[in-house]
């Protein structure tokens, strides 16, 4: 990481550097092509989107209201082709909205996935009307922080439960999020 985000941790660089150092060790074929970008990225998308959400998603989930809580992991990356002048973006912040909203003009380019496109924003016009994203075909069991079940929307467009993605990840910096943004 960048010498400025691994001091501003703290007494809490260690971990951040023991966290790059197991994200080298699972570098996938964009990864290995952008090792600093990935790094940088994996470790503030972990920081400044995923706890959040994961905290956010466990704390609606315990107080017992009328919502029921759901979980999602975005892993369907732009194409190449679509955005030439950033291949290395991959699932990027917002960009399951084109499939959410069904835009299928948006990017140009068309890397969206029709079935995909299908499924997930059918995913979110079920959970508008009944409260509960689950389809026929793709059933959605609700989110706590015991199962912690996330709907993953993987590189290939595929759809499927998983309990805990990336528990590793979430457990090793959660020191870090309490003390880097709960407790400053």
């Not at 017992?64 to 759901?70: A, L, N, S």
């Not at 291949?87 to 990027?92: E, H, Q, R």
């Not at 689950?134 to 989110?143: C, T």
């Not at 929307?153 to 309490?178: N, T, V």
Request: charged fraction near 25%; proline fraction near 7%.
């Amino acid at each position: 990481l960048e010498y400025n985000v691994r001091k501003s941790m703290g007494k809490n660089e260690p971990i951040a550097d023991k966290f790059i150092a197991s994200v080298r060790d699972r570098q996938d074929e964009m990864s290995a092509k952008y090792p600093l970008i990935w790094e940088r990225t994996e470790f503030l998308n972990e920081m400044r989107f995923r706890i959040g959400s994961i905290l956010m998603a466990q704390n609606h989930a315990h107080a017992g209201g009328k919502g029921k809580t759901f979980m999602y992991f975005f892993g369907k990356a732009f194409d190449e082709s679509a955005v030439p002048d950033e291949p290395w973006l991959g699932a990027c912040h917002a960009c399951e909205l084109t499939y959410a909203l069904d835009n299928k003009d948006y990017p140009e380019g068309g890397f969206h996935d029709p079935q995909l496109m299908k499924n997930f924003s059918g995913a979110i016009v079920a959970f508008a009307k009944n409260g509960d994203p689950s389809l026929p075909n793709i059933p959605w069991p609700q989110y706590d922080s015991v199962n912690r079940n996330t709907m993953i929307i993987g590189r290939d467009a595929s759809m499927y439960m998983e309990s805990d993605p990336k528990k590793d990840q979430r457990e090793m910096l959660l020191p870090i999020f309490y003390d880097y943004w709960i407790n400053q």
